[in-house]
């Protein structure tokens, strides 16, 4: 389990990007896929889960996870519910203890939010879709309208995609440049004529900053490169295999 610690400092906050490390899983889940969307075993994936929410000293149902579809849709959650009723979405805020929000990912952004003033977290979901999309407007949105001040809140950009192992085509900078042309920064030459590479997270620190976030802190990772530590929807479509593990990442408020 991967902290930050400018969130370990925030009173009353708990969190945790899991690594693939410490569960049951087998084959090409191995070892603590959470995600009951893959085709791993059910079981499996409930042990691993209950195995994530140990590391934070909290029982398995206070996970909260949703049905994840590279939206900018956010819920806010008042109360838990099991895996069969999780709404679609790709962000998640509450301000009630004892809750894990969780979000989960394999090569996208996940994004965990805290203003430890107000007592309001959040998690997004945070592929280019996603973020292009305004995911992460609607996270800190949904924040404030809880109490938060995007002036109080830390985001922490937890492990994705890497620029070095992000090739995009000919036709995908468009999009972010007719946004904005100060975009042409989060891409750079790839080996291929024509391509890019694309720096995902630093595409979600600048939204994020545009936001007026206070703090926004990213993690040195490459999900892709790092096999051993992080399941990678990228790296099973290179190897042409047929699924690929999911890792969790969760942010609660103590009680």
């Known amino acids: 389990m991967i902290t930050i610690s400018t969130l370990n400092e925030q009173t009353g906050i708990r969190h945790g990007f899991f690594t693939r490390g410490g569960g049951v899983s087998q084959g090409l889940y191995t070892a603590l896929n959470c995600s009951f969307g893959s085709a791993d075993d059910p079981a499996a994936v409930a042990v691993n889960r209950a195995r994530a929410m140990g590391m934070l000293d909290l029982p398995p149902e206070a996970l909260v996870t949703v049905r994840q579809e590279h939206t900018a849709v956010v819920v806010t959650v008042d109360r838990p519910w099991t895996h069969g009723k999780a709404p679609r979405a790709d962000a998640l805020v509450t301000r009630v203890p004892g809750m894990a929000l969780g979000v989960l990912s394999?090569?996208?952004?996940?994004?965990?939010?805290?203003?430890?003033?107000?007592?309001?977290?959040?998690?997004?979901?945070?592929?280019?879709?996603?973020?292009?999309?305004?995911?992460?407007?609607?996270?800190?949105?949904?924040?404030?309208?809880?109490?938060?001040?995007?002036?109080?809140?830390?985001?922490?950009?937890?492990?994705?995609?890497?620029?070095?192992?992000?090739?995009?085509?000919p036709e995908f900078p468009a999009p972010f440049l007719d946004d904005d042309s100060d975009n042409a920064i989060f891409f750079a030459p790839a080996n291929?004529?024509?391509?890019?590479?694309?720096?995902?997270?630093?595409?979600?620190?600048?939204?994020?900053?545009?936001?007026?976030?206070?703090?926004?802190?990213?993690?040195?990772?490459?999900?892709?490169?790092?096999?051993?530590?992080?399941?990678?929807?990228?790296?099973?479509?290179?190897?042409?295999?047929?699924d690929y593990g999911r890792g969790l990442s969760a942010i609660v408020l103590e009680r």
């Open 106 to 169: 394999a090569d996208c952004a996940p994004v965990l939010l805290a203003d430890a003033q107000a007592g309001v977290i959040g998690a997004a979901h945070a592929g280019w879709r996603g973020a292009h999309g305004g995911v992460l407007a609607s996270v800190v949105t949904a924040m404030q309208a809880l109490g938060a001040a995007p002036h109080h809140v830390i985001a922490t950009i937890g492990p994705c995609i890497a620029q070095r192992s992000y090739e995009v085509g």
């Open 192 to 242: 291929r004529e024509g391509h890019y590479l694309f720096d995902l997270a630093g595409y979600v620190a600048r939204r994020l900053a545009v936001l007026e976030v206070s703090t926004v802190v990213r993690t040195p990772c490459d999900t892709l490169y790092e096999e051993d530590r992080f399941f990678s929807y990228r790296r099973a479509v290179l190897r042409g295999e047929p």
